[in-house]
């Protein structure tokens, strides 16, 4: 056991300063999500288990390693000779192997009920701690249904990508028993705008060969990349191994990204020097084809800034509870009781909406299929643009001590922007949404329907329902498209919390997001919510 920290520093004594939490528990320390998870039909053994073990204090220090450590590009050996490997610090493949092992990749797709909902109550606890590893497993996840477009890669990838187990052997995929898929789509000129890949591919040797550039590779060490590029027959999609039966696929790395955040996790930008691959989908259909893996991403880009949200708001928590300013406990100040209930409404609407979703991705009725396509976006677009927010509330909360690296707030801080880029930014998230209503019959009725069904349990709400119809009756102009997504997104949580949460957070987002000027642009700034009960709900 190592000894105790001295208090008694000659010149000072260290008092008022609430120490590092000991092992924690980030299932039975907190009712919103378990809540929330039960609603959503998810398997909660698994999820008891790994909270408890996500929060012992020797994950938080593997946490810390693998950020103060990032990855290394390792281009050649000491002879000159290409590798084109990626190192990582130990703490990174324990993740990996925690939180595979664990079903983050597998739990969506075995024929348990509450797939969907099990996976993303993973993803909410794996990102309280290390975000930056979910990157590969989310892809992993999101790849399975890509697969389905061609028999025999499905019959080779997806037993391995749901192996519930990690295998970071360099080896090609028939010589492994688990494997992870990366993405690499994002290109200079185009970026969003898929249309404009300029990627060649071209029949060789029975498959084919992929000839250029690629300006974001997600995970460039992962066992292979879905990833598309312009045949004969138009944009298509393509599997490209990363290792071949011949040795190292034509895969070349030119330079890691050195990102804001994310740092445990590699982004690089890579060349296909004629790389190997093979079709997915039919020749033209690559935007079809892979927009089955970004949909099941943004389930994922949904659910993380909740998790994010809520590891910063625990630390600010267990911060005011343990600290005294102006001879009383902070926790017991009105105005940072406002503060604290305040950040804590915006992360229980996103657990609330981004789970009712998952539930949604598990349902197999079309009206069920209908809203994940449209829920999905919304609580995407509005959980990432209030995340980066609550953070920086929770940073604030502790001062100076939140600024620097012996705290996690840091590290969460830098995340906060990740989810809200990734697979469609907000002016990106905000024209699908346009797009899939005016399209997409099913998906507008099943949103209305949601909506409808909160009706009637707070005047708030109804009167905030008909002004949203009353504005835009039809589908709005397309400079109007973010109000129209915030405005939806904040509804559609509110008929989630009315139906799912107590009444001290139903009521009290309700008065705060939906009234006329009753909330300023702070947090805290907030009027008519019952704060020493939403408070309640967390200790």
């Not at 008092?15 to 590092?20: A, E, I, L, M, S």
Request: charge should be neutral; charged fraction near 25%; glycine fraction near 8%.
């Amino acid at each position: 056991m190592p000894l105790p920290p001295l208090s008694d520093l000659g010149s000072h004594e260290v008092t008022n300063q609430p120490g590092p939490p000991a092992d924690l528990d980030l299932w039975a320390l907190d009712a919103p999500f378990r809540d929330h998870l039960a609603r959503s039909g998810a398997d909660t053994a698994p999820l008891m288990r790994l909270g408890a073990e996500l929060g012992r204090e020797d994950w938080r220090e593997k946490a810390r390693a693998a950020n103060r450590h990032p990855p290394e590009l390792r281009l050649f050996d000491r002879a000159g000779r290409r590798l084109d490997e990626v190192a990582f610090h130990p703490a990174y493949h324990d993740f990996l192997t925690l939180g595979l092992a664990a079903g983050y990749a597998a739990r969506a797709w075995s024929r348990a009920p509450g797939g969907h909902a099990t996976h993303a109550g993973i993803v909410y606890m794996m990102s309280q701690v290390e975000p930056g590893v979910c990157c590969p497993m989310t892809m992993s996840y999101a790849a399975v249904p890509a697969l389905a477009a061609d028999e025999a890669l499905e019959s080779l990838w997806a037993p391995r990508l749901t192996a519930a187990a990690y295998d970071p052997a360099i080896a090609p995929i028939t010589q492994k028993r688990a494997a992870t898929m990366g993405m690499a789509m994002t290109e200079k000129q185009g970026g969003s705008d898929l249309r404009a890949t300029a990627t060649r591919a071209e029949k060789a040797d029975g498959a084919w060969r992929l000839t250029g550039h690629k300006w974001f590779c997600s995970a460039p060490m992962s066992d292979g990349f879905l990833t598309l590029a312009q045949a004969p027959g138009g944009l298509t999609c393509f599997v490209v191994p990363r290792w071949t039966e011949e040795g190292r696929n034509a895969i070349r790395l030119q330079r890691l990204k050195d990102k804001l955040g994310n740092r445990a996790n590699a982004s690089a930008e890579i060349e296909y020097a004629g790389a190997r691959a093979h079709r997915l989908g039919e020749e033209g259909d690559g935007v079809r084809t892979i927009i089955r893996m970004v949909h099941h991403t943004r389930l994922d880009t949904a659910i993380a800034p909740a998790g994010l949200m809520r590891a910063g708001l625990a630390e600010a928590l267990r911060w005011c509870a343990g600290r005294t300013a102006f001879q009383r406990s902070l926790i017991d100040a009105p105005l940072m009781q406002t503060v604290l209930a305040d950040i804590a409404l915006d992360v229980e609407g996103a657990l609330a909406l981004g789970f009712r979703v998952a539930q949604a991705f598990d349902g197999n009725s079309a009206e069920a299929r209908a809203f994940a396509r449209i829920g999905v976006a919304l609580a995407k677009y509005l959980a990432n643009k209030r995340c980066p927010t609550v953070l920086a509330e929770a940073m604030e909360t502790l001062g100076g001590m939140g600024y620097v690296e012996d705290t996690p707030l840091p590290m969460l801080y830098r995340e906060a922007p990740l989810n809200g880029i990734w697979e469609g930014s907000g002016n990106v998230i905000c024209l699908d949404i346009l797009r899939t209503l005016a399209r997409d019959p099913e998906a507008k009725a099943a949103l209305d329907a949601e909506l409808d069904s909160a009706r009637g349990a707070d005047r708030r709400y109804d009167t905030a329902l008909e002004g949203f119809r009353a504005r835009w009756p039809v589908s709005p102009p397309e400079g109007e498209a973010r109000a129209f997504a915030e405005r939806a997104a904040s509804l559609l949580t509110a008929a989630v919390l009315l139906q799912r949460a107590p009444a001290s957070v139903s009521e009290g987002w309700c008065a705060s997001r939906l009234g006329q000027g009753d909330r300023g642009l702070t947090p805290g700034s907030a009027s008519g919510i019952d704060a020493a009960a939403i408070l309640a709900r967390l200790t």
